[in-house]
């Protein structure tokens, strides 16, 4: 079955430093979706990547998907206390596939 | 716009109980699911909604859990009788036309804890 590693699983950051997320599959993947969860909440969708060596960014936070569409990466740049939260991808192997969740990584912004 | 909307967001019963979750999805979305999310873990699929038809629900189970979207719009998930193992977080998400893996927009989910 297909599963999502992210790494790494929680993040300690100082305010204002960059940091990068991944997440990794070991099957060729359709579409990648990254999330944010805070803490007892639901999910809030960030973005989505389907193309190999795609590249999207929203505000300060960029994700990229590599050439072999196996590996995404989730950049933040000047990190701040609202990027805290737990970051989850999920992705599909095909158009018809659900979509299966990755376990997350938690970030904390240390003011 | 509105989001998706569950009601409760919160919900502790004790075990044997049977218990209500209760979503509306947002205005045009076709789609609808459900999930379960463990502490600790990404949410995992429960069952998929086009309009009234359940169109996977395989990882339902099946002896106590049940789904109904009657009009196609709002969606209730129960559970009966509820189990010590039922403890977690029960999410609702809505896409705007079928295929898997269209975006899917989530609910603040509702967390139930059974003692």
């Known amino acids: 079955s297909q599963e999502l590693e992210q790494s790494p699983q929680s993040l300690i950051v100082q305010e204002g430093k960059n940091l990068t997320i991944n997440c990794t599959s070991s099957?060729?993947?359709?579409?990648l979706y990254w999330y944010k969860q805070k803490y007892g909440e639901g999910l809030i969708f960030l973005m989505m990547l389907q193309k190999g060596g795609e590249e999207k960014s929203h505000e300060k936070i960029t994700a990229k998907l590599d050439e072999k569409k196996q590996q995404s990466s989730l950049h933040i740049t000047a990190s701040q206390p609202s990027h805290a939260g737990i970051y989850l991808c999920g992705a599909a192997r095909n158009r018809d596939d659900k979509i299966i969740f990755g376990k997350g990584t938690r970030l904390h912004i240390l003011p | 716009e509105a989001g998706v909307v569950q009601s409760p967001r919160y919900k502790i019963i004790e075990k044997k109980q049977p218990v209500a979750f209760w979503c509306n999805p947002i205005?045009?979305?076709?789609?609808l699911y459900w999930y379960l999310q463990n502490l600790g873990q990404g949410p995992e699929l429960l069952i998929r909604y086009e309009n009234e038809e359940a169109v996977d629900d395989s990882q339902l189970p099946k002896d106590r859990f049940s789904a109904e979207r009657l009009k196609g719009v709002d969606s209730t998930l129960k559970i009966q009788p509820a189990e010590l193992g039922d403890s977690a977080v029960y999410l609702c998400?809505?896409?705007?036309?079928?295929?898997?893996?269209?975006?899917?927009?989530f609910g603040p989910g509702t967390r139930l804890t059974v003692l």
């Open positions: 099957k060729t993947l359709y579409g």
């Open positions: 998400a809505s896409s705007r036309v079928g295929g898997r893996t269209d975006t899917q927009y």
């Open positions: 205005s045009g979305h076709n789609t």
